[in-house]
């Protein structure tokens, strides 16, 4: 089979877009992908001059929930700050795409621990993709990341997709699609089995330090909470319209912060269970406990709190397009 050029991908994405209208970084949805989406009540915001109408969530509502929860989770910035400075010293070529893409498919629906344990495993007994894709025997394959869980169907996924590299490109590599645009890089993933939309998310956001904001279960739950989408919508729905809607730099911080809080938070939590609850058996007090009240509009004293007026909120790039800080979140931030 001969490889898929760059023109075959591309048409692949024409079509899709044929289905569904793709949307414009930091513009509002287009009328056709809202829809197709649960639609959102637009809410009255009141401001010092007079009431205006807002989608939600608003730019200063998406701002606060990264302050104020990197506050609460503070390392959980600091890792992303390590991040990217990392990719930007790199040039955005810290990490394998292919061990990323494989990593994260093995931390769907398991624990961290679990994950990293068999991420360690399969390297350990496969150090090169190569052995993958030679290996006659998949219950090897299969022992190595048991741990994780479904080890059959994954590494089924697994072997499969890089048979399917290997023979289209050469090589047990899917670090081509480094040249890809982010809708290329979709169509091209979303072909393998195991890839979903909040996967190729992760590889497009971590692995290619893209503007993207992945939708999982926490971010789902809590952003529904908050009343920034409405309580039926899907995982996909909400993903499609967060992205639109969440300022690009703090897309990565936001979407970290929110997996973390809501794993620890019993408010936010599912069921009030949390993961990983305090361990002094206390209740976290939840800075995002109020949101959903505010219809769109931080409160003032927030907004002098937090730093939020228009002067404190630019953002600037460092270096690679695509990577960017926000100068309102400290290089280091102090618990509180």
Known sequence: MAPRSNKQIKKAVKKDEGKGAAMIPGALPPKEALSKQPKLK??????????????????????????????VHPYVVNTNDTRRQTMLEACGMRNSVTDSIISTMLSQNTTDKNSKAAWASLKENFPCWDLVVECDDISKIEDSIRVAGLAKTRAERIQAMLKTVKKERGEASLDYIREFNDEQVKAELKRFKGLGPKTISCVLLFALGRDEFPVDT????????????????????????????????????????????????????????????????????????????????????????????????????EGKQGIVKNECIPDKVKSE
């Not at 219809?295 to 404190?312: A, I, R, T």
């Open 42 to 71: 637009k809410q009255k915001v009141n401001t010092n001059s007079k009431k205006s109408i807002s989608v939600r969530p608003s730019m200063n509502e998406s701002r606060f929930a990264t302050l104020s929860l990197a506050k």
């Open 218 to 317: 926490h971010v789902l739950r809590i952003t529904q909470k908050m009343g920034w989408i409405p309580p039926s919508a899907s995982r996909e729905k909400a993903y499609e319209y967060l992205n639109e809607m969440i300022p690009n730099d703090v897309k990565m911080d936001l979407h970290c912060l929110l997996v973390r809080h809501g794993k620890v938070c019993h408010r936010c939590a599912a069921n009030g269970k949390p993961q990983f609850p305090p361990d002094d058996g206390s209740k976290l007090e939840c800075p995002l406990v109020n949101v959903s009240n505010w219809n769109g509009s931080v409160p003032v004293q927030l907004l002098d709190k937090f730093g939020l007026g228009e002067k404190n909120t630019k953002i600037k790039t």
